[in-house]
């Protein structure tokens, strides 16, 4: 992930400073960063009086390699460059993108041209890759962020734009959003816009301006339950089971499916420093001495036990066993167990 994350970064620079290539193939799972990369040079590569004559958005559904080709022949008319974004090139069949590698082995030099192949790669075997590399193109691959790096990325991301997010913060935001990195990263950056440049991004910022609770969520929740706080658990349960949309149950059993997860991985590495232990847990070195001491709370069979009450929890909540209890009263049951 560090891989797409830095190269990301680097085109974004480049592109802001300026320095242009001829060609760039945006391809892979990961559409948020294509976008964002697509966007950037197309706000960019021209000024707004040299737009109407010298810029083509071309959609892969609308026109075949042929027409992408001719329009990147083209001169540009009263401007240094000419700009050609193609998008939802997904679109196209396997072999089309093939029959653009002759003008990718000696582009025009004043086209500049965009390739958008989103929610999946280009076959790493194609030759077109190398050849497009060869006459100094760009071939970004944009990975799916994992969940467990999704808070670092929103905390690179407020740095970014000068701004501070603490490891709590962005692990209280990456909980509450889950995978879609669009959404988290927009609402990073709407925090940023309430927040002086140099600031702290607080949790009180993220419950008035994102809606997420500082007090109630699945990240104090875990706190609660690993400090077997029994009185803070239940009133958090109380919370969710208020409204059980914002909150449902399946996802609540997921993370803390994982969290516990985490603990017999904290006993599994007993012994180990903090960096080793980090890295076996996937999480911010920040967190470490929490993990830690919320693993002695719950030995090994213990937490076996308590990944059976898990399961079953799911099964009841999905009407497999059940005896009607809403969700409230079975996460209120679960916590319990956990606790008993």
């Known amino acids: 992930m560090a891989s797409t994350i830095d190269d990301y970064k680097k085109i974004m620079l480049d592109v802001r400073a300026?320095?242009?290539?001829?060609?760039?193939?945006?391809?892979?799972?990961e559409g948020f960063f294509i976008d964002r990369i697509a966007d950037e040079i197309e706000q960019l590569a021209l000024q707004d009086h040299e737009r109407d004559f010298n810029q083509s958005i071309l959609y892969g559904r609308d026109v075949d390699p042929d027409t992408v080709k001719d329009t990147c022949l083209r001169y540009p008319m009263m401007a240094e460059r000419q700009l050609v974004v193609v998008r939802e090139l997904q679109n196209w069949r396997v072999d089309q993108l093939d029959k653009l590698e002759a003008y990718m082995a000696k582009p025009t030099p004043t086209t500049l041209l965009v390739l958008c192949y989103k929610h999946k790669k280009v076959d790493g075997r194609k030759t077109i890759l190398k050849t497009i590399q060869k006459s100094g193109g760009i071939v970004f691959a944009s990975d799916k962020v994992k969940d467990d790096k999704l808070p670092d990325v929103l905390m690179g991301f407020a740095k970014g734009m000068k701004r501070k997010l603490g490891a709590a913060e962005a692990q209280l935001l990456a909980n509450h959003l889950g995978s879609d990195l669009a959404k988290a990263v927009k609402e990073v950056e709407k925090l940023c816009l309430v927040t002086e440049e140099g600031g702290q991004i607080t949790a009180d910022a993220?419950?008035?301006?994102?809606?997420?609770?500082?007090?109630?969520?699945?990240?104090?929740?875990?706190?609660?339950?690993?400090?077997?706080?029994?009185?803070?658990?239940?009133?958090?349960?109380?919370?969710?089971?208020?409204?059980?949309?914002?909150?449902?149950?399946?996802?609540?059993?997921?993370?803390?499916?994982?969290?516990?997860?985490?603990?017999a991985v904290v006993h599994a590495l007993q012994g180990k420093g903090p960096q080793e232990l980090a890295a076996g847990l996937k999480v911010n070195p920040f967190f470490i001495k929490d993990y830690v001491a919320q693993a002695r709370n719950y030995p090994l069979p213990k937490i076996a036990e308590i990944q059976r009450y898990l399961r079953q929890c799911d099964l009841r909540s999905k009407g497999l066993g059940g005896d009607g209890s809403d969700h409230g009263e079975l996460l209120r049951e679960l916590l319990a167990r956990i606790m008993g």
């Open 18 to 29: 300026g320095k242009f290539k001829p060609v760039y193939l945006l391809h892979g799972e």
């Open 206 to 263: 993220i419950q008035r301006f994102v809606g997420i609770s500082k007090d109630y969520n699945i990240f104090e929740l875990q706190n609660a339950i690993g400090n077997r706080n029994a009185e803070r658990a239940q009133r958090i349960a109380n919370h969710f089971a208020a409204d059980p949309k914002e909150y449902p149950l399946v996802l609540t059993i997921g993370l803390l499916n994982t969290y516990f997860a985490k603990l």
